[in-house]
């Protein structure tokens, strides 16, 4: 009698027409509300972006950098509250009073915040970071053991890519301590080591002439490189050091650029660059042996 009770109550329901006009009804309102939410994010986000490139070309802009920091921000904001409303909105479409709700999401929300201080340290840490600019997206940064260029600066997180292409996620209450490599000029510094028999005054004044001539050929220097003078006295070589102040972060670019065009230019002017050699010693047939015996010739080690 239950089972037969319970079938015919399940059919009943099973066959209401109403029921399925009403659960139809919601599901489009859902669906609806959801695509609504994208399109609408979708345009806030295009009108959004056209307003800072508008904003780049007035007299008082953002510098690039800020605007990319602020423009990530502005769209993760507006992504949060239109999805937020979507959220209401199909609560209130399946029939939930979002009111009440609503009313005691305040004493709700009290009581979350005191569970969640890392989360309300990350949101306020994170609005600091933008406020005071203390990096922004583009800027190559160093963050604990993280380096690499900054691709997103959330309300809670900061992601960094780093030079192999990982992806470093900090929550920004974490972040103590920041390295940003990206505020000012870089400085390249380049070692150059000349054999002991070049004549050294003549070979600074030829490595000038060349520094000379850098900064119309490259634009990533900022002025012409500094020859510092004698570095180091090594066991084979004498180590002369130059000093270059680039673009930001161009330095590494510049070293490689300057090595390989003063390797050119000292080959051209006959400065020898020291490379190991052998020095082989032999007795004269029938002299009178001293134990020390004659030097004959120099020959590199290389052709050996």
Known sequence: MYIEELLKNAESILL????????????????????????????????????????????????????????????????????????????????????????GAGVLGLAVGFGAQNLVRDIITGFFIIFEDQFSVGDYVQIGTAQGIVQEIGLRTTKIQGINGEIHIHPNGTIVEVVNYSLNNSVAIIDVSIAYEVDIPKAEELIRVFLSQLPQKYELLVKEPELLGVQNL???????????????????????????????????????????????????????????????????????
């Open 16 to 103: 209401n027409e109403q029921l399925w006009i009403d659960i139809g009804e919601g599901v489009l309102k859902i669906v609806f509300v959801l695509l609504l939410a994208g399109v609408v994010v979708k345009i806030i986000k295009a009108v959004v972006r056209k307003a800072f490139a508008i904003r780049m070309k007035a007299p008082m802009r953002f510098s690039e950098r800020r605007q990319n920091t602020l423009l990530k921000l502005v769209e993760n904001v507006v992504a949060y509250v239109i999805y937020f409303a979507a959220i209401i909105a199909v609560l209130s479409a399946i029939g939930i009073e979002v009111t009440g709700l609503l009313a």
């Open 234 to 304: 090594a066991a084979s070589e004498v180590v002369l050091r130059i000093m270059a102040e680039t673009k930001p972060l161009q330095h590494w670019a510049a070293a490689r650029i300057i090595r390989r065009d003063l390797k050119i230019f000292m080959d051209e002017h006959g400065i020898e660059i020291p490379y190991p050699k052998m020095v082989m010693y032999q007795k004269e047939t029938g002299s009178v042996d001293s134990g020390i015996g004659d030097p004959v010739k120099t020959i590199d080690k290389g052709k050996i």
